[in-house]
């Protein structure tokens, strides 16, 4: 999904929150004014927000001899699993072409081609490389060799990060073979650990995010775990994990208070290729209501379009939004911010409404996708220094929310 798991507690009364299984600092959590790397020590992570072109909020650079000349920095979504990069930045010698003329997971002109891929951790001293990986290499319309798009803003070339499986090829992500190959034994899981800063003062762009390869325990020891996500009989991949509360708080309107909207019984998928929270609310769909409506707007986004626009709203500026995660074990933690009516923001703070019985934030196809399934976005990675897929054990961790 090239537009989609964690633990906290923190109420942003004008700064820093507190943990929410004792209102006291959880251990090894961290500390107020600190931040992550403090820590999570990431010489060893692979970096996935220090992209000098793109315009995207999370990418990668590859590398290995698949890859012709620099690095290539790539669209990063753990919302999808196939890896697609244009022709013109691969190295036709060193690739085997599997099948020709293809269509790739959205839609493109392809060939299916094996080769090397590999990522470098951020002090440059390890590569997390695999040698046979099998991805799409895109084409034009004409059947030409896709262009080269090495320094533009915007990229068509993705790497789908969600750990497993992909349902219709049967591939890894590219993440998930690097962990299933580069962890220790027994300790195979990936995460991603954000250099979140704790305080009123929360800017997008001051942040970094980095990919941890491996179920290292100073990492897995500081952390809430959900141990009931679903996932597919055949292999690891979870889509969307339960345990999520969403609450609205509104301002006052004419000195009345209005009431809070409160949407329990959520699974949540958390996509970086999409930043904004988006999900239903209720069968009555109260953000269309007299009481509700004058805190919606039609506008938005400009990927927002046809009928997914139709179908939804989008929050103003002002609204009190609240996320609490109820682990395993009962333990419920929670973050707010205040919404931001910017829609061109870096800042992921942006929230979209979709009507019950329309196709926004997508298509309800139960069990897969229920009206109680949410996308969460990247405001999690504001808040969360630590969110990560334990492959060996089948469960997601979160860190306490800062």
């Not at 990063?76 to 196939?82: H, R």
């Not at 009989?233 to 004419?254: C, H, L, V, W, Y």
Request: glycine share 10%; proline share 9%.
């Amino acid at each position: 999904m090239p537009r989609a798991l964690l633990v906290v507690m923190v109420v942003l009364a004008g700064g820093i929150g507190q943990s929410g299984r004792a209102m006291e600092q959880a251990e090894g959590a961290v500390p107020p004014g600190k931040k992550a790397r403090d820590l999570f020590d990431p010489a060893a992570m692979i970096p996935l927000r220090s992209h000098k072109y793109r315009g995207n909020n999370f990418c990668v650079s590859l590398t290995g001899s698949a890859i012709r000349g620099e690095p290539f920095e790539v669209h990063f979504d753990t919302g999808s699993w196939p890896t697609c990069l244009p022709y013109g930045c691969l190295d036709k010698s060193k690739l085997t072409v599997l099948e020709k003329d293809v269509k790739d997971a959205w839609g493109k002109p392809a060939d299916v081609v094996r080769g090397q891929l590999a990522l470098k951790s951020t002090d440059g001293k390890t590569l997390y490389a695999v040698d046979d990986f099998v991805f799409y290499a895109r084409k034009k319309p004409n059947g030409e060799d896709a262009d080269c798009d090495r320094t533009s803003k915007w990229t068509a070339a993705i790497v789908g990060g969600l750990p497993g499986i992909g349902p219709v090829r049967k591939w890894p992500s590219l993440p998930y073979a690097i962990a299933l190959k580069h962890s220790e034994p027994g300790k195979v899981g990936l995460g991603i650990v954000s250099d979140v800063q704790s305080g009123p003062s929360r800017d997008w762009a001051s942040g970094k995010s980095y990919l941890q390869i491996g179920a290292d325990p100073r990492i897995t020891g500081k952390l809430h775990w959900r141990t009931d996500v679903p996932i597919h009989p055949e292999r690891f991949s979870p889509g969307a994990t339960p345990g999520f509360t969403i609450t609205f708080r509104f301002p006052k309107t004419n000195d009345v208070a209005v009431p809070d909207i409160v949407v329990p019984d959520l699974s949540a998928t958390i996509d970086t290729g999409a930043p904004e929270l988006m999900l239903r609310l209720r069968s009555d769909d109260p953000h269309r209501s007299d009481v509700y409506k004058q805190f919606f707007t039609d506008e938005g986004p400009g990927w927002r379009k046809g009928q997914g626009k139709a179908d939804s709203l989008c929050l103003r500026g002002g609204v009190t939004v609240r996320i609490a995660f109820t682990d395993s074990k009962g333990e419920t933690t929670r973050c707010e911010f205040l919404s931001i009516g910017d829609f061109n923001s870096p800042n992921p703070t942006k929230v979209m409404v979709g009507d019950w019985s329309g196709i926004f934030p997508w298509r309800i196809r139960p069990p897969e996708k229920p009206p109680g399934r949410i996308n969460l976005g990247n405001t999690l990675y504001l808040f969360c220094p630590v969110y990560f897929w334990d492959i060996t054990n089948k469960r997601v961790g979160l860190h306490d929310f800062m």
